[in-house]
């Protein structure tokens, strides 16, 4: 669903009217619940923004409340906390700052409208009125790495993300000890290449990874991604795992498998715990591969049933508790040139 162009907000309408603020769908009862969402990015990015605004999309479909939001915002301090500012001043019941790029921002905003309830997703922070609600997608991470290990033929495998935000960090180390629980021996690549959304620069970097010996990439991206389907379409000996969507019925050239997390949940469980009166400030809710509609590894039907197998008995160590999914990495970064 696309809305107006008007209802799309940026740094520059930032501290605009609030008649500028999105909003979808029929406007529900005054007694309804008043969520607003704060995206810093855009709403059509094929990828973790998205994923956001469907929840949004799903909070107002399903429980029936009203709707605003803000996307296209710069992940910068000033332009995070002018928005949230914008956003809080209406009033709304409960604010969900979509990715942890918004943590320090809310932490900075949140004082100052004590009445306003604010959830940030995979964020990791907590105060008198903010809560945190965390897609645990190092779980699903650590399983593709898992994967990559057993798959891998050059025994290089690579990781390419933007920014370094705590849940891309925390991705790429679960992955890295995933490959490393099932084949110690690989070389892995890594880069954080400072952009989500840029086609050319994932491009680039997936060409090297790939001329550096990677066969197989986890790609952490947002609207970039296609510069990395696009440069492995060309190759063709060079395959990813996606991440937070099921990707390989679409690009079934390119996709071995996804790290699936449905950030979506994250948001939509927020709003739903405010409704139902059991949302708490000073609190992390964490959602892991104990539910598989929100976390799983998801593969492509040409992975082989051994490998299929192995996943599965790592799924249930991890859910179990017996694998304990660690999320350091204190390696060497990939370097391009």
Known sequence: MHLPEWTRTALAVATVSPLLLGSAGIMASDDSLDVAMLIPGEIDDNGFMEAGYEGLLQIESELGATITYRDRVPPESQALEQALAALAAEGPDLIIAHGGQNAEAVLAVADDYPDVQFSVTQ????????SS??????????LAGAAAGLMTESNVVGHISGIRVTPGLKG???FYHGLMHTNPEAEF????AGDQDDTELARRVTDAEAEAGADLIFTMLNAGRQGAIE?????????????????????????????????????????????????????IVSIGLENPDAVRLSLAPSVSAEVRERVATLTE???????????DYEGPEFVVE
Not at 189 to 192: A, V, Y
Not at 317 to 327: K, L, M, P, Y
């Open 231 to 283: 440069a492995m379409q060309a190759r063709g000996d060079v395959h990813q795992f996606g991440n937070v969507r099921e990707w390989h019925e679409e690009y079934p050239d390119v996709f071995v498998g996804s790290a699936v997390a449905d950030v979506s949940m994250a948001g939509f469980l927020a709003a739903k715990a405010m409704q139902d009166g059991s949302w708490q400030p000073g609190e």
């Open 133 to 142: 609600y965390e897609v645990l997608q190092e779980e699903s991470a650590w």
């Open 123 to 130: 964020g990791g922070v907590t105060a008198d009125n903010v």
């Open 317 to 327: 160590d991890i859910a179990a508790g017996r694998i304990e999914v660690h999320t």
């Open 172 to 174: 790429r180390g679960g």
């Open 189 to 192: 690549l890594t880069i954080f």
